[in-house]
């Protein structure tokens, strides 16, 4: 069956750049969720989307933005990176506004090592 | 608002049993319960909707105990398979879902 899908795997960047990290959902799946997840931490959530549209916001820097295509996928742009941005970037899948009754499909994350 | 999960970890032999506890201060409409490997992503086990269900998946299961505002994971028999840190997510009338910070499973054999 077809997972998530989030590119690129790993992604090396230095201070002050941007990074750009895209996530293919599930065929469907029209609701996309951005979870960061430090070293021994839990998700933490970022934002989401709703058929292209945000439809929550979490603990998301005002350095960071993303959007969703009308083909779904979702890509998060990050700007002026620090240190404290290395973590594992996870992006997750739902059909339908969550509604409670959804699970989340998760893909296998993206990890951001900023140097 | 981030629902608290007790013990934060928790070892075992083959076996044996554990519970994962999950509460929040806030009216629950659903829990998801999700086990990550080191390294990996979370892998969904079950959701629990607001109506105070109980579900089960093998030797897996859940309750949700709505006017409390909790839920427990219940590991019974536990395998070597089901290492991994547990998390709980919850979700109010807002949807958004929450993570806890994770019950860290160890079973040994």
């Known amino acids: 069956a077809a997972g998530v899908i989030q590119s690129p795997r790993h992604l090396i960047k230095e201070k002050r750049e941007t990074a750009t990290l895209k996530c293919y959902p599930i065929?469907?799946?029209?609701?996309v969720y951005w979870y960061q997840q430090g070293p021994g931490q839990d998700p933490q959530f970022l934002i989401s989307?709703?058929?292209?549209?945000?439809?929550d916001k979490g603990s998301i820097p005002d350095r960071f933005s993303a959007q969703q295509f009308s083909d779904y996928h979702s890509e998060l742009n990050m700007s002026s990176l620090e240190l404290g941005d290395s973590a594992l970037y996870f992006c997750a899948s739902s059909p339908g506004v969550s509604g409670g009754n959804s699970p989340l499909h998760f893909g296998n994350g993206t990890r951001l090592t900023v140097t | 608002q981030q629902p608290v999960q007790s013990p934060q970890a928790v070892i075992l032999r083959e076996g044996e049993d554990a519970v994962i506890n999950c509460s929040s201060s806030?009216?629950?409409?659903?829990v998801h319960w999700y086990r990550q490997k080191h390294g990996e992503a979370p892998v969904f086990l079950m959701i629990l909707l607001k109506g105070g269900e109980q579900k089960g998946h093998e030797k897996i299961s859940a309750s949700f105990n709505e006017k409390k505002q909790q839920s427990s994971l219940y590991l019974t028999a536990s395998q070597l398979s089901y290492s991994g840190t547990y998390f709980c997510?919850?979700?109010?009338?807002?949807?958004?879902?929450?993570f806890g910070a994770g019950t860290t499973v160890t079973v040994r054999a």
């Open positions: 997510g919850t979700q109010g009338d807002d949807y958004k879902l929450s």
């Open positions: 806030k009216a629950l409409y659903s």
């Open positions: 065929p469907r799946h029209d609701t």
């Open positions: 989307f709703y058929e292209k549209m945000q439809s």
